[in-house]
């Protein structure tokens, strides 16, 4: 029911910024707890950082300190900023918007590349 639309990844130099934007469709959004998961080896989705409905913030422990995750209500939009970029950072990075017995979505997966 909720559709997730990713933008802003592309490739960009180690040590350099991207400014990841996921964007929801619907009415409910301040009510969704949301956040940014990244492709690991296989088929594994790793933590990177979630911002509640309440403003609760948490960050996976290798990007705290380069990472900050934010959201505005208004625009039905969560926002990643990345900093000091690593080549070991690219990957696909998902939007991820929950909400328990309502929804649990998935945006498609947008690319980040870090060259050295």
């Known amino acids: 029911q909720v559709q997730l639309v990713e933008s802003g990844g592309g490739l960009v130099q180690a040590g350099g910024s991207l400014r990841l934007s996921c964007t929801a469709s619907g009415s409910r959004f301040s009510l969704y707890d949301m956040g940014w998961y990244r492709q690991g080896p296989g088929n594994q989705r790793d933590f990177v950082a979630g911002?509640?409905?309440?403003?609760?913030?948490d960050y996976g422990d290798f990007v705290k300190g380069r990472f900050t995750i934010s959201r505005d209500n208004s625009k039905n939009t969560m926002y990643l900023q990345m900093n000091c970029l690593k080549p070991e950072d690219t990957v696909v990075y998902y939007c991820n918007c929950f909400r328990n017995g309502e929804v649990n979505e998935w945006g498609q997966g947008i690319q980040v590349t870090v060259s050295q």
């Open positions: 911002i509640m409905s309440g403003g609760k913030i």
